[in-house]
């Protein structure tokens, strides 16, 4: 039967398949199927960048124009992961470059990238098109200038969220005279000032712009000339949104914001002053996305802004935006779809803001569209957390950081077991979820009763045994990572569970109760995960096997151990008793 | 306790030498959520608490600089320090270090207690002063207001304990 189609036929069938599940089906089928997809697959996903190595991924994907690839993991966000631990992207980028040549696009995210590294992407593939370096680390501004000066077909430059080291903002006039392609940059981390004329230059040539976002550092003043360059923007991070208050600057940015008529992005907003804040008015009724998680203005201001913005399906704030601004965004934006709310005074030990669990409540009872939530507040109950869960069945993406540790339900004093309970019991379709406050094995046994396409789960100072963990673990059918910090788990629910671990991508934990001597076995009885005990007090066999370790890092892999770790690391082989980096 | 906003300018007219007089440290600690295991020889700083991405906490006020002054009793002009600048206490120490030509902050920590002439504080956002390295290094960036580098014979209260810097100086490196 396989042979009654020509390859080419297959080989055209399989081209229309986008989803990595389902080339990764397509491959099972026979092994001739199994020849051609790996022939035609253009565009290869790797979450962990450990999981896998160069040498296995070209030698099966020969053909390969995208590379999409993540190393540190999510905790290394809040510095639980010390300097050095990993993700270095040069040796892909090494191999790349020899088997790859017609490579396009690099989308890394967490990893180490040096500006040897984009040297070597400028220098070898010759069609490349994009780079979107996510919270990546380890490059200068110089490495930018050899992207900028080499990639002739550039169309995406986007450095979201990364920390470069700012040398000189000269690298944006390494963009030659001819470079055209541009569709997408976003420098919104980069300090410097780069040379307006020169991107004002870039924008104008560049008609396929739809996305620009600019640093702090670019004047409001100026931002009407790149606007008026660029009228077919659809997204927009301004730089610093404060000039002094002059009435032509104002009616400048009015008259270059009512140009833009495409847009549906804004992003950017430092410093706001916000008498300029009407001038964006005239976009406001497109507008589907607005990022003013930089905007410290107050509440009044914020509702004023995004009451205009009826057609918002995305918001991200900081918390001056208080109760009555959520209540008022409830009233206006009937398709929001995601609310991010970020704290403003995180390590403030008492309320700044008159934020509490009722903003979010509002938003749960006025948005019935609304799917992802990320909220920082200081007070929670177990009637809040349900009423949110009655509201929104439909709920996909779930993360509460009640500011204080442990903090229990404000009205009863009891554990938020309850109002979590809920949330995994209505919504039935959630993906990812984030608990605090205070929590007991209940919640676990919640979790892994009713959260059954969980893929992600956050925990922090919660639970009280390891009947916790135990509960996730065999419960949750399609868990795929798990991080955990400040929690009494330990040896007993890991071991238990360690075939599970296979089923997943990772598994962090840290601060928890994990001996050495548990990490040692899960080592040897599970030889296709690496299980790295991550520990800055020194080799962990200079204390008693029974001491816990510091960090846990575990994740199923088909590579040969990590060649590149660091003193503070140790991999726990099968072979040996004990490896030293 | 009087607390002053972020951004709020303290314009202090003395007589005198700058940083002068005694100050009252209070040794008491704060609340860094490290209460949580009661003290004791395997107390965890709580790091990356509550859950904010560095990225954002450093670009959200400050443009990512985050000035601070810094007066040494006895020198006649304070000088600025951005707290950015540096990955953790050590690094900070030197920078102070060279700033007022004054080595031995750090050093001398390390090598006896109670030998240095010098002892860093801070005042933090509640308006009281702190010694140098109790809480994370994130922490301290968020609620430093001003450095001051004080004499040790100007310090009242209770015993000010080298031991805690050199807690935190050795964990980093």
Known sequence: MAYSFPEEVLEHVFSFLSSDRDRNAVSLVCKSWYEIERWCRRRVFIGNCYAVSPDIVIRRFPEVRALEMKGKPHFADFNLVPEGWGAYVHPWIRAMSEAYPLLEEIKLKRMVVTDESLELIARSFKNFKVLVLSSCEGFTTDGLASIAANCRNLRELDLRESEVEDLSGHWLSHFPDNCTSLVSLNMSCLGSEVSFSALERLVARCPNLRTLRLNRAVPLEKLPNLLHRAPQLVELGTGAYSADIRSDIFSNLAEAFSVCKQLKGLSGFWDVVPAFLPAMYSVCSGITSLNLSYATIQSPDLVKLVSQCRNLQRLWVLDYIEDSGLEALAASCKDLQELRVFPSDPFGAEPNVALTEQGLVSVSEGCPKLQSVLYFCRQMSNAALVTIARNRPEMIRFRLCIIEPQAPDYLTLEPLDTGFGAIVENCKELRRLSMTGLLTDKVFEYIGNHAKKLEMLSIAFAGDSDLGLHHVLSGCKSLRKLEIRDCPFGDKALLANAAKLETMRSLWMSSCSVSFGACKLLGQKMPRLNVEVIDERGPPDSRPESCPVEKLYVYRTVAERRADMPGFVWMMDGDKALAFS | ?173
């Open chain 2, 1 to 173: 306790m009087e607390k002053n906003g972020v951004g709020s300018l303290e314009t202090e007219l003395r007589l005198g030498l700058p940083g002068g007089g005694e100050v009252e440290i209070k040794n008491e600690k704060k609340r860094d959520f490290s209460d949580f295991y009661g003290g004791g020889e395997n107390r965890n700083q709580v790091v990356g608490w509550p859950p904010v991405a560095a990225y954002r906490r450093k670009n959200v006020f400050t443009g990512g600089k985050m000035y601070v002054k810094v007066s040494m009793d006895g020198a006649p002009f304070l000088r600025k320090v951005d707290l950015s600048m540096h990955k953790g206490y050590s690094e900070l120490v030197k920078a102070l270090e060279e700033l007022f030509g004054c080595y031995g902050i750090g050093e001398a920590l390390k090598d006896e207690e109670e030998k240095c002439e010098y002892v860093p504080i801070y005042e933090d956002k509640d308006g009281d002063w702190m010694l140098l390295g109790d809480v994370p290094w994130q922490m301290f960036t968020e609620s430093c207001k001003r450095l001051r580098i004080m004499k040790r014979a100007d310090a009242s209260g209770v015993g000010v304990h080298a031991k805690d810097l050199l807690k935190a100086l050795s964990k980093e490196e």
